[in-house]
Every structure is written in structure tokens, then in C-alpha cells.
């Protein structure tokens, strides 16, 4: 029986992150879910009561250092120390460069890249005296081949592997990994507000399997790598793509 551990997951009120903290559930673990402070958790958290998951909520901006800090203080003062962590919560804010704001820039720099920063050195220490913990980075397709209109986001989400890879590097010794996982397009709201042309004939025309990705197969990598049987596994970046970037 796999060792039941404490989860964070940030962003997870996300389709993508929904998704990931009812694997780690039905895994055994313990799971607490990072929400943005303008979102509505209690319907979110009401829906996923009914469905049988027990969540406990924390409000954050992974992107503002003393949000994060002040959060992490909370989870600690109900007594939760974090095991795994999974950094998922990311925002998009597309344009060309030539057409982009320095605020798109930064929203999404400070975001999907700042928050790795943000958020994982507080939850680290605890791991390195524990010898034993799990950071599952939530990056992107785009990170590793582009995306017309996506300079900000395919940069942030790029530099998800470095932050990786140097980090798997400082901690393989204290029994700690670190990995990222890579989707590709997953059936998720934000999907749905493409054009069904736009999707028909230039992003299912990219992938092989001829077909979106679903949320739980994204779900599925994090709960391997959470796992005590991915030990051996550290600063590898796993695409699940359906074949759409092969690398």
C-alpha cells in the first residue's frame, strides 16, 4: 500500500488541476488545493464534496511573493506539513510581440515562472529534513516548441525546465525529485473557446492521435511521479502530447 503523503496543488480549481488532486486523492493522499483569491472555491469545494473528494482550500497568488509566504504559513499553522508539491496554477495573456504590453509580459512571467520561485522555496526546507519529498512542475508544449502569439507564456513555461533541472540537481541526494510534466491541448474550458474551424484544421491537424488530450492523463503522469516508485526519476521533463512534439 503506497505511503499516504500531503499534497499542495496550486491552481487547482483549473481543469488541469481539478483533475490532479482527485488522482492524488484516489491515490490515498491528503490534499490541499491552492485556489486565486477572486475565485469561488466554496461552489468549487461544494461540487467536489458531492463527488466524495475532501479538500481543504487556501487562497494564494503564487505570483506575489508574501501571498505564497503567507500562505505557506497557514498550511503550517493547521498542522499540514507538504509533501508533494505541484505547481500548476498558470494564466495566458496572448498577443504578438510586436503588439504584446510590458503588463502581459509581466502578468505571465510573474505567474507561471515567478510562482515556482514563490512557492516552492517555502515548502522545500520541510522536505530536506523529512529526506523525502515530490515537486511535480506543470509546464507546457509551447515551452519546448512555441506558440504563434504565446512569446510570454512559451518563455515562462520554458523556463519551467531549467527551474526544474537545477533544482532535481540540488535535491537528488536529500531524496527529493523534481520533474515537470508537459500537456499538450486538453479538452478544457479554455480549449472550448476555440474556433471549431481553428481546431479542426490547424491544432488537431498537429497531433497524431487526432484528438484533445483529457485532464486525467495529465492527472495520471502526476500521480506516478508523486509516487514512491518514480524514486529514480528526477529533472525529466514528460510530455503528454499525443504525439504532437516529439522530444
Known amino acids: 500500500m503506497p505511503s499516504k503523503r500531503t499534497a499542495f496543488v496550486t491552481g487547482g480549481l483549473g481543469c488541469i488541476g481539478t483533475a490532479i488532486a482527485r488522482q492524488l486523492h484516489d491515490h490515498g493522499h491528503h490534499v490541499l488545493v491552492g485556489y486565486y483569491p477572486a475565485e469561488d472555491f466554496q461552489s ?8 466524495g473528494y475532501d479538500f481543504k482550500c487556501y487562497a ?20 499540514h506539513h507538504i509533501d508533494i508539491l505541484v505547481n500548476s496554477a498558470g494564466i495566458t ?34 522536505m530536506l529534513d523529512k529526506g523525502w519529498g515530490r515537486v511535480i512542475n506543470i509546464s507546457s508544449v509551447n515551452g519546448s516548441k512555441g506558440a504563434f502569439g504565446q512569446t510570454n507564456y512559451s518563455a515562462a513555461k520554458s523556463g519551467i525546465y531549467g527551474f526544474t533541472k537545477a533544482l532535481a540537481l540540488e535535491t537528488a541526494r536529500k531524496g527529493i525529485t523534481v ?3 508537459s500537456p499538450g ?11 471549431q474551424e481553428t481546431l479542426e484544421k490547424h491544432i ?7 484528438r484533445l488530450g483529457k485532464p486525467q492523463e495529465i492527472a495520471a503522469m502526476v500521480g506516478f511521479l508523486a509516487s514512491d516508485e518514480a524514486a529514480f526519476i528526477t529533472g525529466a521533463n514528460m510530455p503528454v502530447n499525443g504525439g504532437q512534439h516529439l522530444y
Open 93 to 126: 495573456r496572448d498577443a504578438t510581440l510586436r503588439k504584446m504590453s510590458l503588463a502581459q509580459w509581466q502578468d505571465v512571467l510573474r505567474t507561471n515562472l515567478g510562482s515556482m520561485f514563490n512557492m516552492t522555496q517555502p515548502l522545500l526546507d520541510p
Open 185 to 195: 491541448y486538453i479538452d478544457s474550458p479554455m480549449v472550448a473557446e476555440v474556433p
Open 44 to 51: 468549487w469545494q461544494t461540487a467536489q464534496s458531492a463527488d
Open 204 to 210: 488537431l491537424t498537429e497531433i497524431p492521435m487526432g
Open 60 to 79: 494564494v497568488d503564487v505570483a506575489d511573493n508574501d501571498s505564497t509566504r503567507t500562505c505557506v504559513e497557514k498550511i503550517h499553522a493547521d498542522d
Open 179 to 181: 520533474n515537470a510534466v
